[in-house]
């Protein structure tokens, strides 16, 4: 599969180009990004070709693979999508519900497939925890805190990143929470959400069912108290899976790549996508009441 990546920030160098230039399935073509000089760098760096126009890039492949914020990410993928492309998206898929649910129209119009990377959905490990939380069932409450230190530590990567600095971490690791909870419990019914301090969301969830559950999310927590927790209580008793990812970023970008290429369609597609942004987007509510 011919693949063109858009986007030349620190992720796509770090995580999308090494893994779809490694990978034995698919042939990275070009790099897009609005800096040309970025794009030039970050291709020669995969051995691509830079592209100084999206949608020429978009032509001369099979599939995108979007590194962008989400408001960048959106229309960009309709436009691929819609020019029968397949699509190989980040999280958050969009920054308005609007803009997510043209996406998921824009992938069933054209009948294409569509991965959503959800980092830990496709971590080896995580994912065959939550698969075994999922079948036993009886839970009666969960929690999923990310307490990120992106803003807080000294040296991040993504401490420049100016949708981040705007959305904080309801945006940006919310949907990590999102991904390991609604397998295990079931879709969201009721949302509630208050602040903490700096960019701090405390997200109260009732499920499907009846189970609740908790997230705590946030990019600014003290470096010595940055973490991530996934818990889930009930009938079987306590089950915890803590520290977040165990693989390598790159490694579970490659599985990504994978589902992207398999036949049947995956659990974080494009409707995961926008599930969670929908959520997302009632919890930005749920902080202004």
């Known amino acids: 599969m011919r693949v063109g990546l858009l986007g030349t920030g620190p992720w796509a160098l770090r995580t ?7 990978h034995p399935g698919v042939e990275l073509v070009g790099v897009w990004g609005r800096r040309p000089e970025a794009a030039a760098r970050v291709a020669a760096e995969f051995g691509a070709r830079p592209y100084g126009d999206a949608d020429a890039l978009i032509d001369a492949v099979d599939a995108v693979a979007i590194a962008l914020p989400p ?13 029968g492309r ?20 824009a992938v069933a119009a054209a009948d294409v497939a569509s991965v959503v990377f959800f980092t830990l959905r496709f971590d080896t490990e995580t994912e065959e925890w939550l698969e075994r939380q999922a079948a036993a069932g009886e839970w009666y409450t969960g929690r999923a805190d990310w307490y990120g230190a992106v803003f807080s530590a000294v040296g991040s990567p993504y401490a420049d990143s100016p949708w981040r600095r705007e959305m904080g971490g309801l945006w940006d690791v919310g949907p990590h929470a ?33 189970p609740s559950s908790t997230a705590v999310l946030t990019l600014t927590a003290p470096p010595a108290g940055a973490g991530v927790a996934v818990e889930f209580r009930g009938a079987h008793g306590v089950a915890a899976h803590l520290d977040g990812l165990r693989g390598s970023a790159t ?10 290429l398999a036949a049947t369609p995956h659990p974080c597609d494009v409707r995961f996508g926008l599930r969670v942004t929908e959520i997302l987007a009632a919890a930005e509510a749920a902080l202004g009441e």
């Open 86 to 105: 397949h699509l190989l998206l980040d999280k958050p898929l969009a920054a308005t519900v609007e803009d997510a649910r043209a996406v998921a129209d």
């Open 16 to 22: 999308h180009g090494p893994a779809l230039a490694a």
């Open 71 to 83: 408001h960048l990410q959106a229309p960009l993928a309709v436009r691929a999508a819609t020019a």
């Open 178 to 210: 999102l991904s390991v909870l609604l397998p295990v419990l079931g879709d969201v019914t009721e949302v509630r959400a208050s602040r903490g301090p700096g960019d701090t969301v405390h997200l109260t969830l009732r499920h499907v069912g009846g």
């Open 251 to 260: 490694d579970a970008y490659a599985r990504a790549i994978d589902a992207l």
